[in-house]
């Protein structure tokens, strides 16, 4: 079993930064692939960023070079920096781990953009 616990979630005014922190328990951390999600009212859950064990990344095209998802096994957490924010941004974002096929999530952390 893993449990993840996301932080870093809040108001921030558009083109503002937030840096949203997952940490994961367990000791296979460095296997996952680690993701982030994003949900906002009314809208389905939708990918924002993954990073795979090897380090390589995925991105959502609305995110792309705004959005940077890194990983430190050492820590057991998997970051995303969130630059240049915009009001469509807002949502809850959820992170994400599957290893061997299982999928784990976080409660999820509320970003809210303010135009």
């Known amino acids: 079993q893993v449990q993840l616990v996301e932080s870093g979630g809040g108001l921030v005014q558009a083109g503002g930064s937030l840096r949203l922190s997952c940490a994961a328990s367990?000791?296979?951390?460095?296997?996952?692939?680690m993701g982030w999600y994003r949900q906002a009212p009314g809208k389905e859950r939708e990918l924002v960023a993954r990073?795979?064990?090897?380090?390589?990344?995925d991105y959502a095209d609305s995110v792309k070079g705004r959005f940077a998802i890194s990983r430190d096994n050492a820590k057991n957490t998997v970051y995303l920096q969130m630059n240049s924010l915009k009001p469509e941004d807002t949502a809850v974002y959820y992170c994400n781990s599957r290893i061997w096929g299982n999928d784990y999530w976080g409660q999820g952390t509320q970003v809210t953009v303010s135009s």
């Open positions: 367990g000791s296979i951390f460095s296997m996952a692939r």
């Open positions: 990073i795979r064990s090897g380090g390589n990344t």
